[in-house]
Every structure is written in structure tokens, then in C-alpha cells.
């Protein structure tokens, strides 16, 4: 089956820090790749996504490139705000179930002005 | 303006109380589901639903209910809940690009 394997947190930064959050998976085919971002007290939002394979996926500073031949989606963002901490989640859909997100555990970051 | 909208945000019942979660979506989406969020363990689905009364198990089903009478409204019912199903629950509904949540009900059951 699929899942998201991320990397486990909490983070905490500094302003202006670099962040990354490491995700890597394991689908059948080439799944739909997402990140999340959940901020204290509110749903998920999506903060980026990439379809195949190379796509770069960008929002708000932050990126993500879909490596296939690593199964990896990692997020980077070069200059991190205190805006920025929340819960961030790596997710995949596969193309058998479309519709159905497959979640890793989440990754805490919080940055410290 | 896209919304999910559940109720209530928070909720604290005891063993046995049947509850029910309401859901509503805005967007005409076929597609809505339910999810938990529990530490380290993401989010894993309950129940999804394609259609109008078209519902299908996900991952961790056992002890839930969902009818899907309207598009609109996703409904999770606990008949009988126990602790082990205190968690924070959020509700989506997905269109063609993206899956909009809505803001998850704190659920604790003593």
C-alpha cells in the first residue's frame, strides 16, 4: 500500500533560518504529491503540490521538487518567519484512488524571533 | 468564499453517548471524507464518500457511521464512542486540484 514517511520533529528555527523537512514514499505508479500546512487552532491547507516527475512545487518561499528516483518530496524554505511555525504534513494520491490522501505524521516546526 | 464547515469545534462526552459530527461543504464536491489526527500517526481516513449515498470504509472505519443524503453534508456518527476514540477529527471535501479541510473537532471521550 502507500505511505509518507517525514521526518520527525519538533523543529525549531530561528528567524531567517533555513528549513527543511525531509518526506520520502513508497506508492504503486507515480502518485500526486502534496504538502500541508496546518497552523495552531485550523484545518489542513495546501501549501504546495506536484503531479510527476521533476515538477517543482512552490508557495510562500517555500519549495518542493517530485524526485522519482529518490521517492522524495522534501520541503525547503531559504529564510523561515515566525509566521511560519505550524504543523507541516507530506501527502500522496495515487492514481487508482485519486482522491484518497495518504498522510505522513506531521512535522512540528516552530520558529523563535 | 470554498468552505468545510464541521461542528462543534470541541466536544467532551462520556463512554456510550451516541454523537454526531455535522460536515457541510459549499463547493458542490462529490467527493468528502473524514479523517483522525492522532500524534505521530498523521491524519488516517475513516470513511469516504464518492457520492450521494455512495459511502465506503477507509482506513480505520471500526466504530464509526457516515450517511452522504445530500452532496453537501457528511455527517460522522459515533453510535456508541469509547476513549480510545478521543482525537482531533477534520472533515475534507475534494474537488479536481486540491482538498479543502475544514478547521476539526477536539473530541474527548471519558
Known amino acids: 500500500g502507500n505511505s509518507v514517511t517525514q521526518m520527525e520533529g519538533p523543529v525549531t528555527l530561528s528567524e531567517e533560518a533555513f528549513l527543511t523537512i525531509n518526506c520520502t514514499y513508497t506508492a504503486t505508479g507515480y502518485p500526486s504529491l502534496f504538502w500541508y500546512v496546518q497552523y495552531p487552532g485550523e484545518g489542513l491547507q495546501l501549501l504546495l503540490k506536484a503531479t510527476k516527475a521533476d515538477d517543482k512545487g512552490s508557495n510562500k518561499g517555500f519549495e518542493a521538487t517530485y524526485r522519482k528516483e529518490t521517492t522524495s518530496f522534501h520541503l525547503e524554505k531559504g529564510s523561515v518567519q515566525v509566521s511560519d511555525s505550524a504543523v507541516y504534513f507530506c501527502a500522496l494520491s495515487d492514481h487508482a484512488n485519486d482522491y484518497k490522501l495518504s498522510f505522513g505524521a506531521g512535522t512540528t516546526v516552530t520558529v523563535r524571533a | 468564499e470554498a468552505q468545510v464547515t464541521q461542528n462543534p469545534r470541541y466536544l467532551i462526552t462520556v463512554t456510550g453517548k451516541k454523537l454526531t459530527v455535522t460536515c457541510s461543504q459549499n463547493m458542490n464536491h462529490e467527493y468528502m471524507s473524514w479523517y483522525r489526527q492522532d500524534p505521530g500517526l498523521g491524519l488516517r481516513q475513516i470513511y469516504y464518500?464518492?457520492?450521494?449515498?455512495?459511502?465506503d470504509k477507509g482506513d480505520v472505519p471500526e466504530g464509526y457511521k457516515v450517511s452522504r443524503k445530500e452532496k453537501r453534508n457528511f455527517p460522522l456518527i459515533l453510535e456508541s464512542p469509547s476513549p480510545n476514540q478521543t482525537s482531533l477529527y477534520f472533515c475534507?471535501?475534494?474537488?479536481?486540484?486540491?482538498?479543502?479541510f475544514g478547521q476539526g473537532t477536539r473530541l474527548t471521550v471519558v
Open positions: 475534507a471535501s475534494r474537488g479536481a486540484t486540491e482538498a479543502f
Open positions: 464518500s464518492m457520492n450521494v449515498e455512495v459511502t
